[in-house]
């Protein structure tokens, strides 16, 4: 039986106060009952039109809370790095604004910044949890010309769903939560208030985050900024980041022995894990396994229907388009198969934005071709 967190029942919760309100708000603001005399079809445009509101009102809150982290960190000297909504980012790359797509699992968006030089009193509070003081102030704007426009109307539909949408996203938000495994931005304040080390960990993840997006890459990195996980940070899901980014770094250095070791290591030890950050590891295991012509007996325990299922949801991801070649004509040994992966590849990286990661990745591609000719 899957295991309920209290995050995701508070969450869920929220959600479904979210869509009780949204309901009466559409009963009051649209003549519910007076559209239904009118007929079905009167009666279904009301409801296609509610729920477009409540699509857009959604969507600009999102981008509100991106540009509250984006906003309160350059008060607080954080740099611009990536602003995501949906699938499409705005990314600073040496120096240059591109629109790039990308998708990360379980976020509607994503506002990444480099942090200021590292000292013990960095600011991040403001940062972490901008989004959901933007959310909040605009919410109470939205609310405030719901009144003055009567509560009735399209208009007053549409500043109440904004509002709605907006206090609903600063307390999922703020409150601080583990939603799906992920801390919140409110969890994220907490944890980095209570221990130094979590938030060098994460100065560390936002700097090197910001070194990748301007094309420098792990290998040219000093391996001392990397290590792995001790005591009591194996639950911390902050400093459980400092093993990962170890792992990327072996393998961008092409250090496959060492890299599959980290991975060991972490999936046994790191319980501070997110799911997301676990799933992408079975997913590097599972290729390093292949790229050594590890037995079946390795390799077919790695690919349960769970990471099945993530692997789909990734898809879109380099790295994957990678781990399909590899599996393809390295374990299944299907070279028309993996030659259609090579160029679902190619037309993922063109749009990727990350130059650094794309190079390694064709480095990569690169020795399971010769892997593939040698056996």
Known sequence: MKKVHSGDVVAKTIMLLTGVVCGVLIITSLNFFGTLVKGMGAFLLMLAEAMAVMFVASYLQTIFHEGGHLVFGLLTGYKFISFRIGHFMFIREKGRLKVKLYNVVGTAGQCLMMPPQWNENMPYRLYNLGGCIMNAVTAAIALAAYFAAGREGFFALCMAMLAVMGFSMALTNGIPLRVSG???????????????????????????????????????????????????????????????????????????????????????????????????????????????????????????????????????????RRLAYAYQILYLRNLTTAQKCLEVFERTAATYPYSAEIENEREIIEIVKQKAEIS
């Not at 170890?246 to 890299?259: G, M, P, R, T, V």
């Not at 079946?296 to 692997?311: A, M, N, R």
């Open 182 to 320: 992920i801390s919140n931005d409110g969890m994220n304040a907490v944890l980095l208030g209570k221990n130094p080390t979590t938030m060098r960990a994460f100065w560390l993840q936002l700097y090197v985050n910001g070194l990748l997006a301007n094309g420098e890459r792990y290998r040219n990195m000093p391996l001392e900024w990397f290590r792995l996980p001790a005591g009591d940070e194996l639950s911390d899901p902050i400093c459980c980041t400092t093993g990962v980014m170890l792992f990327n770094y072996y393998f961008d250095c092409h250090e496959f022995a060492e890299a599959e070791q980290t991975i060991d290591y972490m999936l046994a030890n790191a319980h501070g894990l997110l799911d997301v950050e676990r799933n992408e590891l079975l997913c590097e295991l599972l290729f390093l396994r292949v790229l050594r012509g590890a037995p079946k007996e390795e390799v077919d325990p790695i690919l349960t229907p769970k990471l099945d299922k993530y692997i789909k949801a990734t898809a879109n991801y380099v790295s994957r």
